[in-house]
């Protein structure tokens, strides 16, 4: 298996629709006007040496090195930057150009070391590749005097060389190789949008220079990877690359991160990952990463990972190292019995967000067929289920209506209680190009956000509410929509029904949903209310993407309905640069929705009630299905303190961190009498597991993931796993265990099986992804190359439904006790609960969770940066360190969720989404007093931890 070839043409393609032909070296060739020479000429089979031209930048025109000649002008002009005109003709190569190119590359050659032997980039250096292009065999110049090579010259200090920097975790920054060329500038400013890269000095004194001539750990750089791939030289280059060498082989496969769901090229050398590329055709980001998905793969190959099936008796016990046969037939004793003795209901599962859609799939077969009930659920419906339950009462389907590519065409975008430039930096940093060519940016959130204040992409109104008020804020916008007559009345008319548009517009004009009113209790002023709701009435296509500071609120399922509601009165549907985008916050939370991992919903976001949807699964499984919905995870857990609820199957997932109320969570896990973990860590919620069987990672295993945007994308295994299996074959034993008759060979089999099951799958094959490299569902008879927007003619419902959204205060109140408000959210270097970025070099910028709180609220409480403060409510309390800044508003704190250490979820109550049980995680009364150091619950948690992750013969087990 070779390495995966990418053509770069220099420059970008153009977008134009007219074409221009020319003749380049006597072949004719038709591209869209607005291409350059050099792409055109790479299009025609013909290269053009460069070296500051890459097709992910804007042509620089600064190396000199793709000059031309053509017919009727004079001079050699660059390539890149010269566009196609009609009949041009081109020469690219004669003699007068071979000699400049030789010329230049001497004086390139001159100023840089000749290591090439010895160099991390042997092998794969665009210098090297240039001097073999042009011919170079000799340098004229020498390399005497000055230069930024050598640190002495004839024993002199040299001031213009630099030592290495090698501050960053992932990679290291050569001055002495640098080139000048500015692609790594021009990638951190045209791809990226942070702007943390410059050019220094100028002349022969000109050097890269991240910020104000600082170390890269030390400036705003965000190691999205984008100057180390744009890099021609080794100036910067990954350290794995340096330690492993050049990789030999590479298969294309899927990020296991967030909802974006990017696309790279993990190039191996044997079993050995040397680095992850991105893939300049995945369709989601389109040759981009963040630090996440770019380098830190390391928790794959990390020494805390647990290879071997454990079982123990009793959580007190340490765990005993058994063979797989032993734990699966443990495993399946444990759940007969327990279903024998407590009833067929008192065992049941929980899927994984991170795991493959086939592997998910397996999870909720294996309960609904093998334990017979619906007990099963997933931390999807703890983020994400009011996106199902909204979306699918307005618009008749639970996702997202667009793709990626869509932002590019917007005009106004709206973001709603989400921070993509924290936590689906992919998708921000193309939003943000999007807005620095000049779409407009609200921003509705109640911190300033690095969304709110992006360099050269700021937002242009950030409504600052107060959590709990999106509701409020949201029928404030569509008060002014309708009371102005901002609404597209023709749309509506045609693909909404009238009579609850009426309905809805006379309950959003009435008084007390006007800005005015809404200011008293959301804390936004009234003109930027009105402002932001003209501006995405008016301003083009309106395009609204929201997280989980919509979802994560006992409003969550009005919240998403209000959303929906204002996309349809301003017609902002069915078409690019529009639509209503939930920004899902892990890998395949989408897919573990669509593949049935709710306790009422069969795959394909069918109730498990319908006789005929029950009767397409019976026939093919050969078992009778309950028809009544299951226990969701809080169910589970009030029934096990009950007594009623004693086993449960937890793959993938860490509900003792990431779920609400922790010592609700404890206590139900640690009433149940068979709990298995089925992970790739001693995880929190393994300490009151007994059993435990490993996983395999992304990199172990084949299968799909489904991102924020409904897509498709295949995940390839790139070595063996080390725990011995991948995930989807750990279930089908279990199953067998169980006494099912399954017997996949390979997880498209599983697919074939969702397939024949699910009607928007129903097109879904590897046969058809390896073909087209990914699909967006519905992908089926009607749309056999699925649907990368959805409602283009009509609303799958059929007529587009407005529903009133009356705002309801959360019963979660502050008072003299608990006067602040706590918000949680993530940040850039860290995932979820941290088991994997923790295991990874990204502790060098989140080494723990903070305390966000505003100097007035810190200065009452007597608290300094960086104090220990303890943050107590209702629930329980815990300690960790203040950062005092103004990015939240007074009377607001916020923390993060990342570190076992603080956790945070011991703070936040069980209120949750009226319909769909979905915790209310953003809005917890709490108080902040300062702190001697961890809490006793913290400390009783912290000998509970290390007690339980003993394993017999081994001095201790790592977390």
């Given at each position: 298996m070779p390495l995966v070839s990418e053509i770069d043409y220099g420059t970008p393609a153009s977008r134009s629709t007219e074409t221009v032909t020319l003749t380049i070296d006597g072949r004719q060739i038709t591209v869209p006007a607005g291409t350059s020479v050099m792409r055109a000429s790479v299009e025609a089979g013909i290269q053009v040496p460069k070296l500051c031209a890459t097709d992910m930048v804007d042509a620089f025109g600064s190396c000199r090195l793709c000059l031309v000649e053509v017919d009727g002008r004079n001079g050699t002009p660059a390539s890149c930057t010269t566009p196609c005109a009609p009949g041009m003709v081109v020469h690219t190569q004669t003699e007068r150009l071979k000699q400049i190119r030789k010329g230049v590359m001497e004086l390139y050659i001159s100023d840089h070391p000749l290591d090439c032997l010895t160099c991390a980039a042997n092998g794969d250096c665009e210098l090297q590749d240039m001097a073999g292009a042009v011919g170079l065999r000799d340098v004229r110049y020498g390399y005497e005097g000055e230069n930024h090579v050598k640190a002495r010259n004839d024993g002199?200090?040299?001031?213009?060389?630099?030592?290495?920097?090698?501050?960053?975790?992932?990679?290291?920054?050569?001055?002495?190789?640098?080139?000048?060329?500015?692609?790594?500038?021009?990638?951190?400013?045209?791809?990226?949008?942070?702007?943390?890269?410059?050019?220094?000095?100028?002349?022969?004194?000109?050097?890269?220079?991240?910020?104000?001539?600082?170390?890269?750990?030390?400036?705003?750089?965000?190691?999205?990877?984008?100057?180390?791939?744009?890099?021609?030289?080794?100036?910067?280059?990954?350290?794995?690359?340096?330690?492993?060498?050049?990789?030999?082989?590479?298969?294309?496969?899927?990020?296991?991160?967030?909802?974006?769901?990017?696309?790279?090229?993990?190039?191996?050398?044997?079993?050995?990952?040397?680095?992850?590329v991105p893939f300049k055709d995945g369709k989601a980001n389109r040759g981009h990463s963040c630090v996440k998905g770019r380098f830190a793969y390391g928790y794959a190959t990390h020494q805390d990972r647990i290879l071997n099936p454990m079982v123990r008796e009793k959580i007190t016990d340490p765990w005993r190292e058994v063979t797989w046969e032993e734990a699966l037939?443990?495993?399946?004793?444990?759940?007969?019995?327990?279903?024998?003795?407590?009833?067929?209901?008192?065992?049941?599962?929980?899927?994984?967000?991170?795991?493959?859609?086939?592997?998910?799939?397996?999870?909720?077969?294996?309960?609904?067929?093998?334990?017979?009930?619906?007990?099963?659920?997933?931390?999807?419906?703890?983020?994400?289920?009011?996106?199902?339950y909204g979306l699918g009462q307005a618009f008749g389907t639970s996702a997202g209506t667009q793709d990626f590519d869509s932002v590019e065409h917007s005009d106004v975008i709206m973001v709603i209680g989400a921070n993509p430039s924290a936590a689906h930096p992919v998708f921000a940093s193309r939003m943000k190009k999007r807005i620095r060519q000049g779409a407009k940016l609200i921003v509705l959130d109640p911190r300033e956000t690095e969304t709110v204040t992006s360099v050269h992409a700021k937002a242009d109104y950030h409504l600052p509410l107060k959590p709990g008020t999106n509701v409020a804020v949201i029928t404030a916008l569509a008060h002014v929509i309708v009371t102005e007559g901002l609404f597209n009345e023709a749309f509506i008319r045609e693909r909404c029904d009238w009579s609850e548009f009426e309905d809805w517009a006379a309950f959003?004009?009435?008084?007390?949903?006007?800005?005015?009113?809404?200011?008293?209790?959301?804390?936004?002023?009234?003109?930027?209310?009105?402002?932001?709701?003209?501006?995405?009435?008016?301003?083009?296509?309106?395009?609204?993407?929201?997280?989980?500071?919509?979802?994560?609120?006992?409003?969550?399922?009005?919240?998403?309905?209000?959303?929906?509601?204002?996309?349809?009165?301003?017609?902002?549907?069915?078409?690019?640069?529009?639509?209503?985008?939930?920004?899902?916050?892990?890998?395949?939370?989408?897919?573990?929705?669509?593949?049935?991992?709710?306790?009422?919903?069969?795959?394909?976001?069918?109730?498990?009630?319908?006789?005929?949807?029950?009767?397409?699964?019976?026939?093919?499984?050969?078992?009778?299905?309950?028809?009544?919905?299951?226990?969701?995870i809080p169910n589970m857990l009030d029934a096990a303190v009950d007594g009623s609820f004693k086993g449960i199957y937890i793959q993938g997932e860490d509900i003792l961190q990431s779920d609400p109320d922790t010592k609700h969570v404890s206590a139900g896990l640690a009433a149940m009498e068979c709990v298995v973990v089925h992970d790739l860590f001693l995880n929190e919620t393994a300490n009151y597991a007994h059993v435990f069987l490993p996983g395999s990672t992304f990199l172990e295993k084949d299968g799909t993931f489904t991102n924020a945007e409904r897509r498709i994308n295949r995940v390839r295994k790139v070595m063996s796993p080390k725990n011995g299996y991948a995930d989807w074959e750990v279930t089908q034993m279990l199953a067998q265990a169980m006494g099912l008759p399954w017997n996949y060979s390979h997880p498209s089999e599983i697919m074939d099986e969702i397939a024949a099951t699910t009607p928007s799958f129903a097109g879904v094959s590897y046969d058809l992804l390896e073909k087209m490299g990914s699909v967006q569902w519905p992908c089926n008879e009607k749309f056999p190359e699925g649907s990368p927007i959805m409602h283009v003619n009509g609303f799958v419902r059929g007529k587009g439904k407005f529903i009133r959204t009356e705002y309801v205060a959360t019963d979660e109140r502050t008072g003299p006790r608990f006067p602040l408000l706590l918000t949680t959210g993530r940040i850039l270097s860290q995932y979820n609960v941290g088991a994997q970025t923790r295991r990874t070099e990204n502790v060098a910028w989140h080494a723990e969770d903070r305390l966000e709180i505003h100097p007035h609220d810190a200065e009452q409480r007597g608290i300094k940066d960086g104090d220990w403060v303890r943050l107590a409510s209702r629930a329980g309390e815990t300690t960790l360190r203040a950062e005092i800044t103004e990015r939240v508003s007074p009377g607001v704190v916020y923390t993060t969720f990342h570190h076992p250490e603080t956790q945070a979820n011991v703070i936040t109550t069980d209120f949750s989404d009226w319909a769909t049980n979905c915790p209310e995680y953003k809005v917890t009364a709490v108080q902040v007093a300062p702190s001697n150091g961890p809490s006793e619950w913290q400390q009783d948690y912290e000998d509970l931890s290390r007690q339980s992750r003993r394993i017999a013969g081994k001095l201790e087990a790592a977390e």
């Open positions: 002199d200090i040299n001031a213009k060389w630099m030592p290495k920097d090698e501050s960053n975790p992932y990679f290291t920054y050569d001055p002495s190789k640098c080139i000048v060329c500015s692609r790594c500038v021009r990638a951190c400013e045209e791809v990226q949008g942070t702007f943390a890269l410059t050019i220094e000095g100028r002349g022969f004194d000109s050097r890269v220079s991240p910020g104000m001539h600082e170390d890269f750990l030390s400036s705003e750089c965000v190691s999205c990877g984008a100057c180390v791939q744009a890099c021609p030289t080794a100036t910067l280059t990954e350290k794995s690359v340096i330690a492993i060498g050049q990789p030999e082989h590479s298969a294309v496969t899927t990020c296991a991160y967030c909802g974006v769901g990017c696309s790279f090229k993990a190039e191996m050398r044997g079993e050995e990952l040397v680095r992850m037939a443990h495993v399946a004793s444990e759940f007969r019995r327990l279903q024998y003795q407590y009833g067929k209901d008192s065992i049941g599962g929980i899927t994984s967000s991170r795991c493959t859609n086939e592997e998910t799939f397996l999870v909720q077969k294996l309960i609904r067929a093998g334990f017979g009930n619906n007990n099963v659920d997933t931390c999807a419906r703890v983020c994400h289920s009011p996106t199902g959003v004009s009435e008084p007390q949903h006007s800005p005015e009113e809404t200011e008293k209790f959301t804390g936004v002023a009234a003109d930027l209310v009105r402002g932001a709701a003209r501006l995405y009435a008016k301003g083009g296509n309106g395009a609204i993407y929201y997280g989980l500071g919509v979802t994560e609120h006992s409003q969550g399922s009005t919240t998403v309905m209000a959303i929906a509601n204002l996309a349809m009165a301003t017609g902002n549907i069915g078409r690019p640069g529009v639509g209503v985008n939930p920004l899902r916050g892990q890998n395949n939370v989408q897919g573990s929705c669509d593949m049935g991992s709710f306790p009422h919903e069969l795959p394909g976001y069918r109730h498990v009630s319908d006789d005929a949807t029950r009767d397409t699964f019976e026939k093919l499984w050969g078992v009778k299905l309950d028809n009544e919905p299951g226990l969701r």
